[in-house]
Nanobody, 125 residues
Framework: QEQLVESGGGMVQAGGSLRLSCAAS????????MGWFRQAPGKEREFVTS????????YYADSVKGRFTISRDYAKNTVYLQMNGLKPEDTAVYYC??????????????????WGKGTLVTVSS
């Protein structure tokens, strides 16, 4: 059974850093785009970043550009989200996602085939 499991969430002060991991199992996701979405309390789920199946095309939301970095390790079937310069408005549940097999375009919610259960990130001011 295909599964995405996030880890690395927690509480951090503004300006701090966290690194989220998403371990994929059940199949190799090397041909899938991988991404991160987040949902803050009372808000819609929103796109954060995605990386193409080749690793060569990366997209970021304007709100995180320059602060967050996505990467993937094909050998470990894992994708990472390094978050620096965290702000209180980054507080949300962060979801790992996989979709768009063999595509180079941005991963959008309607193109996601697999979702993780999410990990909570809380940034205090």
């Amino acid at each position: 059974q295909e599964q995405l499991v996030e880890s690395g969430g927690g509480m951090v002060q503004a300006g701090g850093s966290l690194r989220l991991s998403c371990a994929a199992s059940g199949q190799t996701f090397s041909s899938y785009a991988m991404g991160w979405f987040r949902q803050a309390p009372g808000k819609e789920r929103e796109f954060v970043t995605s990386i193409s199946w080749t690793g060569g095309f990366i997209y970021y939301a304007d709100s995180v550009k320059g602060r967050f970095t996505i990467s993937r390790d094909y050998a470990k079937n894992t994708v990472y989200l390094q978050m620096n310069g965290l702000k209180p408005e980054d507080t949300a549940v962060y979801y790992c996602a996989a979709g768009r097999p063999r595509s180079l375009v941005k991963l959008t919610p309607n193109a996601v085939d697999y979702w993780g259960k999410g990990t909570l990130v809380t940034v205090s001011s």
